[in-house]
């Protein structure tokens, strides 16, 4: 539907999970294809979670981006 709040469906990776891995180089390789019908939104959620989840320095990494992210938002927002 065009006219879900979080988009409209279109043809995403369904499961990341598990389903991406590194080169030698560090590049992302998906070793699996799992296509899904669902909005773009639940593709990036589905990203997020993996990053979340995922024990991987590069993971770790990107966790600690958007922690620090959400505390520069945070403290902006309680500014006078």
Request: charged share 30%; glycine share 0%.
């Given at each position: 539907r065009s006219d879900h709040p979080i988009g409209a469906d279109q043809l995403v990776h369904g499961d990341l999970a598990g389903n991406v891995l590194l080169d030698g180089r560090g590049a992302p390789v998906i070793i699996d294809?799992?296509?899904?019908?669902?909005p773009l939104r639940w593709a990036?959620?589905?990203a997020v979670l993996v990053a979340c989840y995922s024990p991987h320095p590069l993971v770790d990494a990107l966790r600690a981006e958007i922690e620090a992210f959400l505390q520069q938002?945070?403290?902006?927002s309680t500014r006078p």
């Open positions: 294809v799992a296509p899904a019908w669902r990036a959620h589905d938002r945070k403290a902006a």
